[in-house]
């Protein structure tokens, strides 16, 4: 387990790291994604030890590690760059650990074996550490971490510096491993899909502050800020008024008691290209998020959606497999819908068709 | 073409007085000048001498030059600027600040004196001189070789379990080797290479320098020859035998 409470850092005179709030459950697997600049190596550099805390606490399994020293924390650090030991061989730089706690060498050898062949490095063992690939200086990266069973598994950018292709490989080993292993995990990525396909958390970090943390799904589907919506790549975010659906004024308008701790009541979202009925819980100015996937568009008419029901023109088709990402334009706004690569074809969908598009209330999350 | 001619002038500007030197003196006066027990002991004390200081330089330089390129703390820099002072004042100016540092009239020099260590007209003056005009050297070769090392290696070894001193030893001096070894080397030549500040502090026990100079203003340049080319031979020698004995890039077993 991991937690963070109230965690800031000052370095250099300006805050690193603001209130991090945060707790990964044992055994879990947590992602933080966030932008370049944004603290995220900064804070696994502060979980690890590396750097110390303006005030918070830090805890590991129950364990309050703030001031122990790295060496006391039992914690496995895979840095983006790897940092493979260029002095050692392979088997080296995966005994490095046991070494230091001492392990009998047959016990030490066990272990590594064992990890080599679920990592598929059993091969390269004997050999030095110039020449290997990136995938290949990953998997050691990784292998050298978890040798000494850390209880805590900290990983920054670990597929960052490899291909596509590769990072898919990378992805499923590292499913594995996990399963295999059983660690807590934090992972610090600037990859939505990563975040998307291997956390049971995610934490949106911004200028040292985490933004947004919940389920991956969550986090993406209703995201709290533009910043998040944006960085997520969730949608499209347009900025307008919130209005009463009937034009009463707030106070007189008697929100509908829904369940629930929000007043949520009926609403007209106006931008000066649109009006878009919306679930509302404030009036004025607003945000919403557009998300591709509920976004209908057909070149013939959309019976059975009485509002949200406008016209638009196709601006670009962007293929991406069996989904094609259809940008649209009405008025001076643009926004994106995803739509089966078959429905496209057999609707023949071309640049400057004009289409009808349609949208719930629901499908819109205002914020 | 014409970069290789200015490069060439240059090369023939180093080597040619040395190459002229050597043919100025056959072998047979080598040998001779080997066999004068004044040479051989201003040979001897001088590679003595050259290596202590050097010795010292590097027992001192290395945690030096790991502060200087690991932390950044107010004044670094200025320190690391004043560190190289001695590479560039006047040698014989080197000596006389020695003098008035270390003489038997100033502190620490007379403190030294109390327990029997006499330094301005000893051997010790010898080696604080080198010392002194030689650590820079060594310091900015240690400074460099630590910074190439990735600090995230450290990092890494500290959290496989290492203490910041294992962490330093087994990871970041291993790795600084060739850079701190070049720095002491030339540190070693240097040392070997020192006069003014040597003549100034102590003049006798004569270093080689000092006493290829004293036969040079007493006798001339034919009875400073021999000397001359067999300390050029010897200073060559050691330098030739670092370079092969000195480590390669390692490669793992």
Known sequence: MIRLDGVHLRAGGIFRLEGIDLEVESAGYGLIIGPTGSGKTTLLEAIAGHVPLTSGRILLDDEDVTNAAPERRRIGFVYQGYHLFPHFSVRENLTYGLDRARVPRDEASRRVNELAAILDIGELLDRGITGLSGGEQQRIALARALVPRPRILLLDEPFAAVDHSMRRVLRNTLADLREHESVTTLHVTHDVDDALRLGSMVAVLSRGRVAQSGPPEDVFRNPVSPFVADFLGSGTVLRGRIERLDGVGEAAAGAEPESGNSRRFRAVFVTPDLRLDVVADHVGEAHVLIRPEDVLVSKTELPGYPRNRFTASITRLEREGPVVIVHLRTGKTDFRAALTASTVNEQGMARNDPVAVAMKATAVHVF | ?253
């Open chain 2, 1 to 253: 073409m014409a970069g290789a001619v200015l490069g060439g002038l240059l090369v023939v500007l180093v080597v040619g007085p040395l190459a002229r030197l050597l043919w100025e003196a056959p072998p047979g006066t080598i040998a001779e000048a080997a066999l004068d027990p004044e040479v051989r002991d201003a040979v001897a004390l001088t590679i003595l001498t050259a290596s202590v200081a050097t010795a010292i330089a590097v027992v001192l330089g290395i945690p030096l030059g790991y502060l200087l390129a690991r932390s950044r703390f107010p004044g670094s820099r200025f320190l690391s600027g004043l560190l190289d002072l001695p590479v560039v004042i006047p040698h014989p100016v080197a000596g006389i600040a020695l003098m008035l540092f270390l003489g038997r009239h100033s502190t620490i020099g007379g403190a030294l004196a109390n327990f029997g260590l006499e330094i301005v007209n000893h051997v010790p003056g010898i080696v604080a001189a080198m010392l002194f005009v030689s650590a820079p050297l060594v310091v900015s070769g240690a400074r460099e070789a630590f910074a190439s090392v990735d600090p995230k290696l450290e990092r890494v070894a500290r959290t496989l379990g290492d203490s910041p001193w294992g962490a330093f030893r087994r990871i970041s001096l291993p790795l600084a080797t060739r850079g701190i070894l070049a720095g002491a080397l030339l540190a070693w030549g240097r040392s070997v290479s020192e006069f003014g500040a040597i003549v100034v502090l102590t003049y006798h026990p004569r270093v080689a320098s000092v006493l290829i100079y004293d036969r040079f203003t007493l006798s001339g340049l034919p009875a400073a020859v021999p000397a001359a080319a067999l300390l050029l031979l010897v200073a060559l020698g050691v330098f030739l035998l670092i370079r092969v004995l000195g480590p390669a890039e390692r490669t793992p077993r």
